[in-house]
């Protein structure tokens, strides 16, 4: 088991990745938007260990801390092994339970799987993940983020099913 040191210095270094620019996407960063939320410590990051706490629990102190996103890195415990949950049906669910909370309800999940088969642009973005990883947001800054890409040039590489499977118009 990895110290909780070398499991966020993986992640920085993957975030750092994401917030380099790629010509992929038209010379800006992979992800846009994480630079800033950093420069201006708005992202809460945390790692995740289901034995010790629920999803909503980690919810909990990402809330408390009010920041305005979240990035939760996922840890194997004896009943999960992320490497073989499949993204999608856990991204429903936990939108699900994002939407049932009052609390809750106006946030969002983007759920990053390593092992899942997917590029953008041509660029496997999440295999080079280290770890499942959830990233948390309010669906209006989810939504402002997307609107505010689509009237630039990111996607210009992006190949046709690339695109839908972003939701680009």
Not at 6 to 12: D, F, G, Q, R, T
Not at 127 to 150: A, D, T, V
Request: proline share 7%; with cysteine; glycine share 2%.
């Amino acid at each position: 088991m990895e110290s909780n040191e070398v499991i966020l210095e993986k992640a920085y270094q993957y975030i750092h990745w994401l917030t380099t620019p790629n010509p992929a996407f038209s010379n800006m960063a992979v992800c846009p938007f994480i630079e800033p939320e950093i420069k201006k410590d708005q992202l809460y990051i945390d790692i995740w260990y289901p034995p010790k706490h629920s999803f909503m629990d980690m919810m909990s102190l990402y809330y408390d801390s009010q920041k305005r996103s979240a990035l939760f890195i996922c840890q194997d415990s004896p009943d999960i092994l992320w490497s073989q949950v499949e993204r999608k049906p856990i991204q429903a669910t936990l939108n699900n339970k994002l939407k049932e909370h009052p609390l809750f309800q106006d946030y969002k999940c983007i759920v990053l799987s390593p092992w899942e088969d997917f590029t953008a642009g041509g660029v496997s973005t999440r295999e080079k993940s280290p770890y499942f990883m959830i990233n948390i947001g309010s669906r209006i800054h989810f939504h402002k983020s997307h609107s505010q890409l689509q009237k630039s040039s990111f996607f210009a590489n992006f190949t046709p099913t690339e695109k839908n499977n972003l939701k680009v118009s």
